[in-house]
């Protein structure tokens, strides 16, 4: 069976860039999670779905991020304006219900700015 | 502010020894403990957990042990393979936080034949 997809793997963008990153969830799964990891760290919650409905949002470290799961299925996480600091390989993870079931990861997208 | 440490940052373990990985925490509401192994380039997967009404939870090769007093916990990994060298991640949940997992900073294993 497919696991979660994670579209692209790799992102390149100059500062300033607006950029879009997709996750696709494992079917059926109604709860959705954004992880930020930067190099040699742990992942960092930045925002949760259950089911279209975006019920936390605490994690996201600025206005600059944005997040949408309008069918309650595929996700985007958007960066507007980049900066150095974003970084980071973004994960996303799905589970059938909430945090405390297990959450299945993507591959992430690496997220470069220059 | 960290709210999971984990030590060591890195481990290097001869094939057949034991390795073991350790996490503090200090918000005494995380009721769920979950370690993660990291291949590079995947994603992180889960391999085993534990909720803290248990002091231990054993599942082939790998081992938690919880006290909940001490707000510590630890992966152990008997008769360790060249195929575990990962980076480990434990973490924490609590149902009356944030809805994501708090994660420590990683152990980066190399298991030597």
């Known amino acids: 069976g497919a696991g979660v997809s994670q579209s692209p793997r790799y992102k390149v963008a100059k500062r300033g860039q607006d950029v879009a990153l997709r996750c696709d969830p494992i079917?059926?799964?109604?709860?959705l999670f954004w992880y930020q990891q930067a190099l040699g760290q742990g992942p960092e919650f930045l925002t949760y779905?259950?089911?279209?409905?975006?019920?936390?949002k605490s994690g996201l470290p600025s206005d600059r991020f944005f997040a949408e799961r309008p069918e309650g299925s595929v996700s985007t996480l958007k960066i507007q304006r980049t900066q150095q600091e974003d970084s980071a390989v973004y994960l996303c993870?799905?589970?059938?219900?909430?945090?405390?079931?297990?959450?299945?990861f993507g591959p992430g997208t690496r997220l470069l700015v220059l | 502010q960290q709210q999971v440490k984990q030590s060591p940052q890195s481990l290097i373990v001869q094939k057949g020894g034991i390795s073991i990985i350790n996490c503090a925490y200090e918000?005494?509401?995380?009721?769920?403990f979950p370690w993660y192994q990291q291949f590079p380039g995947k994603g992180p997967a889960l391999l085993i957990a534990?909720?803290?009404?248990?002091s231990e939870k054993k599942e082939g090769r790998f081992t938690i042990s919880f006290n909940k007093s001490a707000k510590q916990f630890s992966l152990h990994i008997m008769d360790s393979q060249p195929g575990d060298s990962a980076t480990y991640f434990c973490?924490?949940?609590?149902?009356?936080?944030?809805?994501?997992?708090?994660f420590g900073k990683g152990t980066h294993l190399i298991i030597q034949p």
């Open positions: 993870a799905s589970s059938v219900n909430r945090g405390r079931e297990t959450q299945y």
């Open positions: 079917s059926g799964h109604v709860s």
């Open positions: 779905f259950q089911n279209e409905a975006q019920l936390d």
């Open positions: 918000n005494t509401a995380f009721d769920y």
């Open positions: 534990i909720r803290p009404d248990v």
């Open positions: 973490a924490a949940y609590s149902g009356g936080g944030a809805d994501g997992l708090t």
